[in-house]
């Protein structure tokens, strides 16, 4: 799968540090969506960016912060961080238009986020 | 409150058998619903995609079904292969960005 592209894979940190997840996708999409996917819950949409305007925020703290710099790319700034918030963090891209039934999801692997 | 309900959470069959999984949803407006399987340590795959109007689809081995009437949905694996198991999701997309995801079942196939 190298449509939509996730690194690192698996990151451990303490509360104190400051890090950044990365996603990039390949497919020419205009939409990028962040995710929270914690064990035996429904995925959690956390931000939502479209044409590089960030168009949804579900209420994520603030130590939670998305950025997105073009089409292709989309940070997640991670900083003073709560045990809790260990979870996959999933990204995903999709073409939002006007065409029904083409807002197909492709989804990256994911980062692994464990906090210590 | 939308929500969208999966049955059972868990499912383990032999492999050659079939299964069927339930997806029950209460979102309104209602603009299409979604299958994804999604494999131990990866993102989830879109499957099939169902609109109001239709009632069923097939992709390969995975049929799913769409009552729009009692607002339930299922997806029948036929034939199940080890490479099945995996956690199945049932999205129901209510507008714009809007996507209303269930937990999901887990789907184990033993040979």
């Known amino acids: 799968e190298t449509g939509v592209t996730q690194t690192p894979r698996h990151l451990v940190m303490g509360m104190t540090n400051k890090k950044s997840l990365k996603c990039e996708q390949h497919l020419g999409h205009n939409a990028m969506y962040w995710y929270k996917q914690s064990a035996k819950k429904p995925l959690e949409l956390m931000f939502v960016?479209?044409?590089?305007?960030?168009?949804e925020n579900n209420s994520v703290p603030s130590r939670f912060s998305p950025e997105c710099p073009n089409s292709s790319h989309l940070f997640l700034h991670l900083h003073t961080l709560q045990p809790e918030d260990s979870a996959l963090y999933l990204c995903?891209?999709?073409?939002?238009?006007?065409?029904?039934?083409?807002?197909?999801?492709?989804f990256g692997p994911g980062t692994r986020l464990t906090v210590l | 409150k939308n929500q969208v309900e999966q049955s059972p959470q868990s499912l383990i069959i032999l492999e050659g058998k079939n299964c069927t999984l339930q997806c029950n949803y209460t979102v309104s407006p209602f603009s299409n619903l979604r299958w994804y399987k999604q494999d131990t340590g990866r993102g989830p795959v879109s499957l099939t995609i169902m609109t109001f109007s239709e009632n069923t689809k097939s992709n390969r081995r995975y049929t799913a079904t769409l009552d729009a009437d009692t607002k339930q949905s299922s997806l029948h694996i036929t034939a199940s292969q080890l490479s099945d198991s995996a956690s199945y999701i049932c999205?129901?997309?209510?507008?714009?960005?809007?996507?209303?995801f269930g937990t999901g079942t887990r789907l184990k196939v033993l040979a």
């Open positions: 995903a891209s999709s073409w939002w238009g006007t065409v029904p039934g083409t807002d197909t999801q492709y």
């Open positions: 999205v129901v997309s209510s507008g714009t960005y809007k996507y209303i």
């Open positions: 960016y479209s044409l590089e305007e960030r168009v």
